[in-house]
T-cell receptor, first 115, second 112 residues
């Protein structure tokens, strides 16, 4: 059974619209993250959460808002979508956010295309 | 700032060839280093990780050695198979210890 679920797998949106990317993890982890993978760019860290509290935000834009309704959920709301937001968004989790040696496990990703 | 550099964008091999992927890093201190593998249509999977305590990691026939002197963390495999075709990412934790910083990835294509 998949341990990190991301929904939907594919998403097509129009410029200016708003979408929510869903992430649920069943690993019993206390830390969750969002990363983005754009064409021709490496995986980029966006957010980290620990026990449902925001720890790090490395996105320049307030259009990206993570939401954690439960400890094992970390959704990503994106407003006023732009074509540059087209990317694959990966959710990840780890046991704790502080452990330098702690392994981060990644979900299968949501591929977003903004037209 | 922290960075991870993979110079090889693409490596093309035949089965049973030797694989070597370069990775160098820049940061202060001695971070934990990771190799992730990403198969087509999937998220990155941890392949192996190495700390300064053990200096070397291995998994599924892959090996990586942490060289603090040259700040390198190269990945190698003696005999690749077609199923090893994937994108390989070198990564490290940033100085805050929470974010992973990834290299640009190396696409490995292995033909039978």
């Amino acid at each position: 059974d998949p341990k990190i679920i991301q929904k939907p797998k594919y998403l097509v949106a129009v410029t200016g619209s708003e979408k929510i990317l869903i992430c649920e993890q069943y690993l019993g982890h206390n830390a969750m993250y969002w990363y983005r993978q754009s064409a021709k760019k490496p995986l980029e860290f966006m957010f980290s959460y620990s026990y449902q509290k925001l720890m790090d935000n490395q996105t320049a834009s307030s259009r990206f808002q993570p939401q954690s309704s439960k400890k094992n959920h970390l959704d990503l709301q994106i407003t006023a979508l732009k074509p540059d937001d087209s990317a694959t968004y990966f959710c990840a989790s780890s046991q704790e956010v502080w452990g330098g040696q702690d392994t981060q496990y990644f979900g299968p990703g949501t591929r977003l295309l903004v037209l | 700032g922290d960075s991870v550099i993979q110079m090889q964008g693409q490596v093309t091999l035949s089965e049973n060839d030797f694989l070597f992927i370069n990775c160098t890093y820049s940061t202060t201190g001695y971070p934990t280093l990771f190799w992730y593998v990403q198969y087509s249509g999937e998220g990155p999977q941890l392949l192996l990780q190495v700390t300064t305590a053990n200096n070397k990691g291995s998994s599924r026939g892959f090996e990586a050695t942490y060289d603090k002197g040259t700040t390198s963390f190269h990945l190698q495999k003696t005999s690749v198979q077609e199923i090893d075709s994937a994108v390989y990412y070198c990564a490290m934790r940033d100085q805050g210890g929470r974010a992973l910083i990834f290299g640009t990835g190396t696409t490995v294509s292995v033909s039978p």
